[in-house]
């Protein structure tokens, strides 16, 4: 294999466009691996790792930005690196035009756009917060994409922002509708629903510190008939005891307010216990439902407030406080489930997920760990079950951890980044089900299914294990989600209403007892 490295120095490149340039690099044939990215400290670390010279990246600081390659010989190196720096920079200005157009700094872009009121922030983690702080001080909301904020600055971005009147959705906060315009890994969904097109018909407004949780929770609103008025990420660690819900209390707020939000729902992990309460309290006369994702039984929220356990359970819910029908989400999947079990071995026992949502893997562990007991996983709910795991063991992994996505895109973008685990996974004679989550939406990959199907095909042929898929999107998404479930239903897949019953279904299959389809969630 032939390593070849570029660098650009002085060259800013966002976290975003860097995928792109990834994924056009792998589709060159011969390419083994790929990267692109900042010149962090941290990032050139790994590029020794990878094996680059260090004398070719002796000199490389945190404002230089390169592409990587890895393949078959310097011919396809030389070409792949092409391709990668065409993502990036085809349609940028260049010399004297890009000079001419490109603000310079934050203030200078404020300066040539006042009427923004929201900035988008995807810079290396150390840089973050004072881009984040910059942002604030002019007056803006900030959606902060990027993770690795140390836990200090979260907080006293948080509470200056709160002085101000501003929400700071993130760190990681990878989704977000404000007025409509989706931002991050957002669903495209309509404000108006259907049951009143002549009135503002903005119903549901979302609070989630649970990215792809937001995500499944937009979609199935919109796929059942229900208009979303603002999705408000908050980040992962908003609800815990250090953060204590700033930016939750915030967001909660400004729907109390919005003449266009009927109901609230809040998504989330377990939070802790007391900040939950006082949360849940602030939204007053609005009606709240929290979906808080494996809480425990000892909790008790504030009154009028309802509570649910799963995504699925807590739009279910929303809709009844609507007035709305819950739609039936288990008749169509019964009969699959038993020709399923009927064409495998009865060796085959096990369940598999390999989910590119880290929320809708949680959420597949607390459903799966009260029907099945123990499941393992790189991200689990109890410490003493994660990876390596043993042999004979279900298991959930969360692909979008930095374990599988360091030098390679996300799987949501990298349609790919699956292939060789369901692979390895489905020639595994004792697994009966694979789970695998098809995110669409803007950003995501352009055709996950064209790219997922004919290795599920190949998986399930000759009495291989069941893939059950759960396609998270609408209608309007740029991939389309008749025709996502379609191609997987073609290639043999059985395709669920909800991520949650994608976990009842696979382990319907595993267990051969077809009645945990309809189980009430």
Known sequence: MNLAIKIFPDTYVDSVV???????????????????????????????????????????????????????????????????????????????????????SLRQAVQRQPESNVAVISVPGEYAALAAYQALTQGMHVLLFSDNVPLEKEIGLKEYARGRGLLVMGPGGGTAMLAGVGLGFANVVSRSSPASPASSGCRVGVVAAAGTG??????????????VSQVLGLGGRDLSEDVGGRMALSAIRALRDDPGTEVILLVSKPPAAEVAATVLASAGDTPLVAALLGLGPGF????????????????????RVLGRPAPDTASTVGPSVQEARHRMAARRT??????????????????????????????????????????RSHQC????????????????IDAEARLDLLREHGADPQVAAIILDV??????????????????????????????????????????????????????????????????????????????VGRSL
């Open 439 to 516: 995110v669409l939406g803007r950003g995501a990959n352009p055709d996950p299914a064209g790219v997922l199907a004919p290795v599920c095909e190949a998986v399930m042929s000759g009495g291989g294990p069941q893939i059950v898929a759960y396609v998270l999107g609408t209608e309007q998404d740029p991939q389309g989600f008749a025709a996502q479930r379609d191609r997987l239903v073609q290639a043999g897949c059985i395709v669920t209403e909800t991520a949650a019953r994608a976990s009842l279904v696979a382990a319907a299959v595993a267990t051969g007892d077809a009645a945990l």
């Open 214 to 227: 937001a995500q499944e929770a937009m979609s199935l609103l919109d796929r059942w008939g229900v208009g």
């Open 18 to 104: 860097q995928l792109g340039a990834i994924r056009a690099m792998r589709d060159i044939a011969g390419v083994d691996w790929a990267s692109s990215a900042m010149g962090t400290p941290a990032n050139v670390r790994a590029l020794r790792e990878q094996g680059v010279d260090p004398a070719d990246i002796a000199d490389t600081g945190s404002n230089d930005f390169f592409v990587v390659v890895r393949a078959t010989n310097q011919d396809v190196a030389q070409e792949a690196l092409a391709a990668g720096e065409s993502a990036v920079f085809s349609e940028r200005p260049h010399g004297d035009e890009q000079t001419r157009t490109q603000p310079k």
């Open 397 to 412: 992994l969360d692909l979008g951890e930095e374990e599988y996505t360091r030098g390679r895109p996300h799987p949501m």
């Open 300 to 319: 008790v929220a504030p009154e009028g407030v309802v509570l649910a356990d799963t995504l699925e359970a807590g739009v279910v819910a929303t809709l």
């Open 350 to 391: 096990l369940v598999r997920g390999l989910f590119s949502g880290g929320t809708l893997c949680y959420e597949s562990l607390v459903i799966l760990g009260r029907v099945l007991g123990e499941v393992r996983s790189n991200t689990p709910i109890n410490k003493a079950w994660g990876v390596p795991a043993p042999p």
